[in-house]
């Protein structure tokens, strides 16, 4: 199964902005999506952007304009690039990816959005 390695999480004041990366270990050729999810404390986890191999991509609406979603396919890696962002962004941030039969989950990692 495909590992998924993120990092690029931190704390940040509001307004401001952070990558996430998400990097594969391996190139996948069946991939059917790509993408984030976040969980809050006390609250289920929830999508937060979706790209297909088509370049087709959604946003929660919560998310919309401020955060953008992309890939690289020669790296291998997937891309969250966050701006603008407020307190209620506070979450541990999961790329997912789902690959043929299979889908695989980063580790998580913490944005944390305070003054």
């Known amino acids: 199964q495909v590992q998924l390695v993120e990092s690029g999480g931190g704390v940040v004041q509001p307004g401001g902005s952070l990558r996430l990366s998400c990097a594969a270990t391996?190139?996948?050729?069946?991939?059917?999506?790509e993408a984030w999810y976040r969980q809050a404390p006390g609250r289920v986890r929830e999508l937060v952007a979706a790209?297909?191999?088509?370049?087709?991509?959604n946003y929660a609406d919560a998310v919309k304009g401020r955060l953008t979603i992309s890939r690289d396919i020669a790296k291998n890696t997937l891309y969250l690039q966050m701006s603008a962002l407020k307190p209620e962004d506070t979450a541990v941030y999961y790329c997912?990816?789902?690959?043929?039969?299979?889908?695989?989950w980063g580790q998580g990692t913490q944005v944390t959005v305070s003054s």
């Open positions: 997912h990816y789902h690959y043929g039969p299979n889908v695989s």
């Open positions: 790209i297909t191999p088509g370049d087709n991509i």
């Open positions: 391996r190139n996948m050729f069946d991939i059917y999506s």
